[in-house]
């Protein structure tokens, strides 16, 4: 399994959007929770994580989510997810994050919904 990277796009107005590849686990989840908490920092309305590259998540990646998760509620901040392969998306739905974060099949999707917050 790849380790996770992560790169910042450009930003989409009030949307930070996040790309993320390969496997997250402690250490991809870490540097999630790391770059959304400095997102939350800078008044955004929203953060968007493109999961295109991504087709694993262990336990602890879920647990640092859900941390990125309440973060973002507590700020009123929207979480979204684009792209989720299939196997990742299951898991959001077991594990809850699907009722709180939002959800999209694709970045366009996403960005176009999100935009209008």
């Known amino acids: 399994m790849s380790a996770c990277s992560l790169v910042r796009e450009a930003d989409c107005g009030a949307v930070a959007v996040l790309s993320v590849a390969g ?3 402690n ?5 999630i929770a790391a770059a959304a908490r400095s997102i939350l920092g800078e008044g955004k309305r ?3 994580l ?3 590259q991504t087709r694993i998540i262990n336990s602890i990646g879920i647990s640092l989510l859900l941390e990125v998760l309440e973060a973002c ?3 009123q901040v929207v979480l979204a997810f684009c792209h989720l392969h299939p196997s990742v998306a299951k898991t959001f739905q077991v594990m809850g994050l699907a009722q709180y974060a ?3 099949p694709s970045r366009e999707a996403a960005l176009a919904e999100l935009s209008q917050l």
């Open 50 to 52: 493109d999961l295109e």
């Open 27 to 31: 250490e991809g989840g870490e540097a």
């Open 73 to 75: 509620l507590a700020s």
């Open 46 to 48: 929203a953060i968007l």
């Open 23 to 25: 496997y997250i686990n």
């Open 102 to 104: 939002r959800l999209y």
